[in-house]
């Protein structure tokens, strides 16, 4: 396909990772070690601290080709030696084959809401979130006007940038299970190549012991692949809708009219794009506690009869001693809905197999009764369980909104509209370049 990408250097490098990158995905998703690690012979330590002023670059080790940054990301994207088993990377959780989540969850949506971790026996605790179309999302902040926190990474906001919500899941035990970031800069060490590329493009050594100096680097190294339009393609069949280049059937229009109107979804997931942008990103990147009930499938892959109450947005003690009335208790980030066909289970502990199942909650989770708990056989059938946390529920756009099964079922597919990937390029009408419009 033809490359019409933004500047900054990405489009070659894009152009360079693009060969490799559904192979990665597909590996990931069957559980393969991928390493892009590429090795040669041991290069020795040089600098055994850092200067008291860092260059720009280090001298060089060696004479070879070496990846720019955006490449330099992506080899450590999908790297899966920097994890406790080396079996697990971000290209683990996050595979372009399910939209940059969990291929394992997308595969089996009821019996895998979280992530398994490194270590055998670990997983998550949250429905690994789509990294796809991340970069848009704002830091962290509280919008006055709206009263409301806005942007950040993760489903409580708590890593500013991409390249800060990077440096975490190394370290956590329930995820990559490193043991430090030291440990992390040894794995790295490992590879001549990544040796050369942190001197050259941060200028620093990644056998430095000053390790909170030096390990930021590799977040911002991830930082600087994740930016890129791979995560971001815009290439829907809604979005060559917008650009008039096809139509959608009758039932996808009447769900965009549902969406927009009846069904209140636009409120948050706005269909509209920003101000000075020529696309829309389905989501206000807001916060809300839409009332989801427990999610008893994790608890029983932890090995526990239950968890602690999930608090989101008010379980982040800064946040917590900020709001100390609870006002923030329950509320998670309001995901984009673009790839929301391939990205199953949802909500933030995955208790939505479907989509149908999602939409038919937020149409009835007020009026069709209430049965014990998700593992119920008349679950979103004949009632839904109570919300994990009941207070600050947002009842004004969801759970009465008195939708048809006709009208559910358009709503589905306009969603499925928003899968990117939809076409190949070359059956379109018209066809010029990789997609209608571009970053």
């Known amino acids: 396909m033809q490359e019409q990408r933004s500047g900054n250097g990405r489009s070659g490098a894009i152009h360079r990772a693009r060969s490799v990158w559904r192979t990665v995905s597909g590996l990931a998703a069957a559980g393969a070690v991928v390493a892009f690690s ?55 959780c996050h595979a372009h084959s399910a939209g940059f989540t969990d291929p394992r969850s997308a595969a089996d949506p009821v019996g895998m809401p979280v992530s ?14 789509t990294a796809a179309y991340a970069t848009f999302s ?16 993760f489903w409580d ?16 035990p329930l995820e990559m299970a490193m043991p430090g970031k030291e440990a992390v800069l040894e794995r790295l060490a490992e590879n001549p190549v990544y040796l050369e590329a942190f001197r050259r493009l941060y200028g620093v050594d ?11 680097k ?4 991830i930082g600087s692949f994740e930016p890129t339009d791979e995560f971001a393609e815009f290439n829907s069949k809604y979005d060559y809708y917008v650009a008039g280049q096809i139509d959608l059937t009758p039932q996808e229009k009447l769900g965009l009219q549902l969406f927009n109107g009846k069904a209140k979804c636009n409120n948050c997931h706005t269909s509209e794009p920003p101000p000075n942008y020529p696309h829309a990103l389905f989501t ?22 239950s968890l602690p109450p999930d608090l989101g947005l008010g379980g982040r003690p800064d946040i917590a001693a900020k709001h100390p009335d609870g006002s923030q208790n329950g509320k998670f980030k309001v995901s984009t809905l673009r790839n929301i066909e391939v990205t199953p289970p949802y909500g933030h502990n995955g208790v939505f197999a479907t989509l149908e199942q999602i ?11 209430e049965v014990a708990d998700a593992a119920d056989p008349g679950f979103g059938v004949t009632g839904w369980p109570k919300p994990e946390v009941p207070e600050n529920v947002n009842k004004a756009e969801l759970g009465n909104l008195g939708l048809t099964a006709e009208e559910e079922a358009a709503i589905v597919a306009f969603l499925k509209t928003l899968t990117d990937d939809a076409f190949d390029e070359t059956d379109l009408e018209n066809h010029e370049g990789e997609a209608p419009l571009h970053r």
């Open 284 to 305: 206000d990147f807001t916060y809300d506690n839409l009332g989801l009930p427990v999610n008893p499938r994790i608890a029983e892959l932890h090995g526990v009869d």
């Open 218 to 221: 590799f977040g911002a190294a």
């Open 116 to 129: 398994p971790g490194s270590v055998p026996g670990k997983y998550g605790v949250r429905n690994a979130q």
């Open 157 to 172: 906001g708590r890593a500013d940038s991409l390249k800060d919500q990077a440096v975490g899941p190394p370290l956590n």
């Open 206 to 216: 990644l056998k430095w012991p000053q390790v909170d100096l030096v390990y930021p």
């Open 359 to 369: 939409v038919h909650f937020y149409n009835t989770r007020d009026t069709l009764g």
């Open 138 to 153: 704002p830091p962290f902040h509280w919008d006055e006007q709206n009263q409301t926190y806005v942007g950040g990474q």
């Open 38 to 92: 590429v090795f040669a012979p041991p290069v020795p330590a040089q600098t055994a601290t850092a200067p008291g002023t860092i260059p720009a670059t280090l001298p060089p080790l060696r004479d070879a080709p070496l990846p720019d940054r955006v490449e330099l990301g992506f080899l450590l994207y999908n790297d899966l030696n920097i994890s406790a088993n080396r079996n697990t990377g971000c290209v683990t």
